[in-house]
């Protein structure tokens, strides 16, 4: 599965009874505002960009206590500077103290409920006074958990909510503030992710995701391996096509550390023993990125680091294989763009894929260094330093 996204207002539609808020677009806001429930015509309101931004407050993306009349010039705003979705409430009046915090969690084994009684914008300041708790996978309260979620109404509202949170497959939720009056909790903000395999609530797009992302989005969806990837800095000159989470966070550390942090393109990696097939489109995206970008740059140096630990079971010659090919496509491309390979790998078949991929950069004459499992892992590291210094 993967987790996204979904609209404050969706969640509180679907999560609290007799809830008066109203989505509202860039597109539609005007139509929406002369034809407002008289519940919201009749109090001071509150404004929000709906699009799952946090620390909305703090970069003046809400605005309270206005009136009808004051939210058309708001939502041009916003929408000048990209926004486009936002949510229209009632002011709920309440002091300071007493915001709490909460969220809920989906985990292996249950759900994981957090709680402060200090909540609100600055709850990062009260981090350690957060108490958490480990429900089972039905939601039945543990007795550890009246120990500081002492509020019986507030029991109440984590168990008949749970059900829900199962029915539309929502994963996270997080409440802050939210209120506990004497009959009834009030969420005032809602952080919410879902299961987009199964919940029929709409995601968020990523605002700034770019095409290449999106491209391997969609490729990792349709496959059981995993292929991930985020363009940092298209400008970058260092690029990599990693396998295996804990090498490609190590590689990525290594880089940083030698003070390249800024020349990172990329990160992301594949695992999961993708086909050849996978490993191709995979690498043909990125491939393309870096040459789109090189093209902007045409006189800069790129590194291309094909490395990871040492594989259990994913067979380097077969990963290779998917790469060379998509390589092979593009070979004179990435000659005359400057780009120097770099190669460290280890598992079932390594000699044989290692083999392959000298073959290829020696025969398309690309400049490489590769590496076996024997060369610590951070190697590949040093030698894209000293070329691109």
């Not at 023993?273 to 393309?288: F, G, Q, R």
């Not at 390979?341 to 073959?359: C, I, T, W, Y």
């Amino acid at each position: 599965m993967a987790r996204v996204k979904t609209y404050e207002f969706q969640a509180k539609s679907v999560l609290l009874p007799n809830y008066l808020g109203v989505s509202l677009t860039s597109s539609n806001y005007q139509s929406i505002l002369k034809n407002l429930p008289k519940e919201l015509t009749s109090t001071n309101l509150v404004l929000k960009v709906d699009q799952g931004i946090k620390k909305r407050g703090k970069q003046g993306l809400v605005k309270i206590n206005l009136s009808p009349s004051d939210i058309p010039s708001i939502i041009e705003e916003w929408s000048s500077l990209g926004w486009t979705s936002f949510l229209l409430e009632p002011v709920i009046e309440h002091s300071a103290e007493a915001e709490h915090y909460l969220a809920i969690e989906r985990a292996r084994d249950g759900w994981h409920v957090s709680y402060s009684a200090k909540g609100g914008i600055d709850v990062e300041s009260s981090w350690d006074s957060i108490k958490n708790a480990v429900l089972s996978p039905s939601g039945e309260l543990p007795k550890g958990v009246s120990t500081f979620l002492k509020s019986p109404i507030l029991q109440a509202f984590i168990t008949n909510i749970l059900p829900l949170m199962e029915q539309y497959h929502i994963v996270f939720l997080e409440m802050n503030p939210v209120l506990i009056r004497e009959t009834h909790v009030v969420p005032l903000d809602m952080a919410c992710e879902i299961d987009d395999t199964g919940s029929n609530l709409p995601s968020i797009p990523n605002k700034n995701i770019s095409e290449s992302e999106t491209k391997i989005a969609s490729l990792d969806a349709s496959t059981p391996a995993s292929l991930k990837f985020k363009l940092i800095n298209p400008s970058g000159s260092i690029w990599v096509l990693l396998s295996g989470g804990g090498a490609s966070l190590v590689l990525a550390d290594e880089v940083a550390d030698q003070g390249m942090g800024h020349e990172l393109a990329n990160y992301g990696e594949y695992s999961g023993a993708p086909t050849d097939e996978d490993v191709y489109s995979y690498t043909k995206i990125i491939l393309e990125q870096m040459l789109a970008s090189t093209h902007q740059q045409s006189s800069k140096l790129k590194a291309l680091v094909i490395a990871a630990g040492i594989a259990n079971f994913t067979d380097v010659a077969k990963t290779f294989k998917g790469i060379i090919r998509a390589m092979e496509e593009i070979k004179a491309d990435l000659k005359v763009s400057h780009v120097k390979v770099f190669v460290r790998r280890g598992g079932p078949n390594e000699a044989k894929g290692l083999q392959m991929m000298s073959d290829f950069l020696t025969g398309a004459d690309i400049p490489h260094i590769i590496h076996p499992h024997t060369i610590p892992l951070t190697q590949v590291i040093n030698d894209v330093k000293e070329y691109l210094s």
